[in-house]
């Protein structure tokens, strides 16, 4: 199969992408303590896999009140700025673009990660929700800690969420970013809004859906008016349930969103969909109802083989396919799938949140180098 498709161009609002494969955000912690900087190790990392069209990077807390894991980078003071600047310029300089995927945990945190309560729509605690630490473990691996029950976010706290999602879009535009990708999904602060098991509250962020979209929508509007509507994204995940996040409504919510986004005209909707082995599929007429919601470009993400990928392009229900384990042990993922070349081994899970330095990250192959290492 030649994938005529996935190695076209598309032109992604001002940007024109070499091919349609999208580098999935995957949280890595590998940023420089203290203070969550971004640093040459990762720009190491993101310019080895720039054979991707467009890049979405890890999620990038825009506070410390924002940060739910440890070692994970923010988007919030000058240093974080100059870290990503370098990365940023990296990969510019092998021909991809990068969006930098502005995030808020939301309850899905503990103090002993940023030493603050956790806050949250309504003052409920996700069940058999971990977050992570560093606490010297063997082999450097991450341990895994319950979530702590977060506080109710009031009026001030909504307002300040809202200041700090605007703050990261501008400083990402000063880092070289090409755009940002709104976290609306996987459980953080933003999905937990549009939920109705996760948000309870009575005011008028929280009831009736379009209440719970709210939040979202403002922010988006926010951001669009702070950097351009062709450089906003936002990524959502209909069909997943982990964190505690199951909502017989949320497909109508949502719906709703996405049509409300429409009219915002930002430039692209993100499907983050399970990437498990026996994970639901999403089904066909919710594609191409998605389709008739939002007109601008759609990205899907979700453990897909470039054939799949392909079909879904060649249909029209998709515009750019996201890959994410592939890319993680595959730095080169467009050009072995182009030469139907093997793989690298499944990913080092040791070193997958951080732990490793470069092991487990930068160290994985190109296929020239394996070539001649042959010969």
């Given at each position: 199969?030649?994938?005529?498709?996935?190695?076209?161009s598309?032109?992604?609002?001002?940007?024109?992408?070499?091919?349609?494969?999208?580098?999935?955000?995957?949280?890595?912690?590998?940023?420089?303590?203290?203070?969550d900087?971004?640093?040459?190790?990762?720009?190491?990392?993101?310019?080895?896999?720039?054979?991707?069209?467009?890049i979405?990077?890890?999620?990038?807390?825009?506070?410390?009140?924002?940060?739910?894991?440890?070692?994970?980078?923010?988007?919030?003071?000058?240093?974080?700025?100059?870290?990503?600047?370098?990365?940023?310029?990296?990969?510019?300089?092998?021909?991809?673009?990068?969006?930098?995927?502005?995030?808020?945990?939301?309850?899905?945190?503990?103090?002993?990660?940023?030493?603050?309560?956790?806050?949250?729509?309504?003052?409920?605690?996700?069940?058999?929700?971990?977050?992570?630490?560093?606490?010297?473990?063997?082999?450097?691996?991450?341990?895994?800690?319950?979530?702590?029950?977060?506080?109710?976010?009031?009026?001030?706290?909504?307002?300040?969420?809202?200041?700090?999602?605007?703050?990261?879009?501008r400083?990402?535009?000063?880092?070289?970013?090409?755009?940002?990708?709104?976290?609306?999904?996987?459980?953080?602060?933003?999905?937990?809004?549009?939920?109705?098991?996760?948000?309870?509250?009575?005011?008028?962020?929280?009831?009736?859906?379009?209440?719970?979209?709210?939040?979202?929508?403002?922010?988006?509007?926010?951001?669009?008016?702070?950097i351009?509507?062709?450089?906003?994204?936002?990524?959502?995940?209909?069909?997943i349930?982990?964190?505690?996040?199951?909502?017989?409504?949320?497909?109508?919510?949502?719906?709703?969103?996405?049509?409300?986004?429409?009219?915002?005209?930002?430039?692209?909707?993100?499907?983050?969909?399970?990437?498990?082995?026996?994970?639901?599929?999403?089904?066909?007429?919710?594609r191409?109802?998605?389709?008739?919601?939002?007109?601008n470009?759609?990205?899907?993400?979700?453990?897909?083989?470039?054939?799949?990928?392909?079909?879904?392009?060649?249909?029209?229900?998709?515009?750019?396919?996201?890959?994410g384990?592939?890319?993680?042990?595959?730095?080169?993922?467009?050009?072995?799938?182009?030469?139907?070349?093997?793989?690298?081994?499944?990913?080092?899970?040791?070193?997958?949140?951080?732990?490793?330095?470069?092991?487990?990250?930068?160290d994985?192959?190109?296929?020239?180098?394996?070539?001649?290492?042959?010969?």
């Amino acid at each position: 199969m030649e994938y005529k498709r996935l190695f076209s161009s598309y032109r992604l609002g001002e940007n024109l992408l070499k091919n349609r494969f999208v580098m999935a955000p995957m949280t890595r912690s590998r940023s420089s303590q203290p203070g969550d900087v971004p640093n040459e190790l990762m720009a190491t990392y993101y310019g080895q896999r720039s054979a991707a069209g467009l890049i979405i990077t890890e999620a990038t807390q825009v506070s410390l009140q924002g940060k739910g894991y440890a070692n994970t980078p923010g988007i919030y003071t000058r240093e974080q700025i100059a870290g990503w600047k370098s990365i940023t310029e990296k990969v510019h300089d092998k021909g991809s673009k990068i969006f930098l995927q502005l995030w808020h945990v939301g309850r899905v945190s503990s103090s002993r990660v940023n030493g603050l309560q956790p806050i949250a729509p309504s003052s409920i605690t996700a069940s058999k929700t971990d977050v992570y630490v560093f606490d010297g473990a063997p082999n450097g691996d991450a341990t895994f800690i319950p979530v702590e029950q977060p506080r109710e976010m009031d009026r001030g706290d909504v307002e300040q969420v809202k200041r700090e999602f605007v703050n990261g879009a501008r400083n990402a535009m000063e880092a070289g970013f090409d755009g940002v990708e709104i976290h609306a999904a996987n459980g953080y602060l933003l999905d937990q809004f549009l939920r109705s098991n996760s948000n309870k509250r009575t005011d008028e962020y929280g009831g009736s859906m379009e209440n719970r979209v709210r939040l979202l929508l403002e922010i988006t509007e926010l951001i669009a008016e702070a950097i351009g509507r062709d450089k906003v994204g936002v990524r959502l995940s209909p069909f997943i349930k982990f964190k505690d996040m199951d909502d017989p409504e949320i497909l109508y919510t949502i719906m709703l969103a996405a049509e409300k986004l429409d009219r915002l005209d930002i430039v692209y909707l993100h499907l983050c969909e399970a990437d498990w082995g026996d994970a639901p599929k999403i089904p066909l007429l919710f594609r191409r109802s998605l389709r008739t919601k939002f007109k601008n470009s759609i990205i899907a993400t979700g453990n897909k083989t470039p054939s799949e990928g392909e079909s879904l392009l060649e249909d029209d229900l998709v515009d750019l396919i996201g890959f994410g384990r592939n890319f993680l042990a595959n730095p080169d993922y467009p050009e072995r799938v182009k030469k139907h070349a093997v793989l690298n081994s499944i990913f080092d899970t040791h070193t997958l949140f951080g732990g490793g330095g470069a092991r487990g990250y930068t160290d994985y192959p190109f296929l020239e180098n394996q070539l001649q290492q042959k010969t």
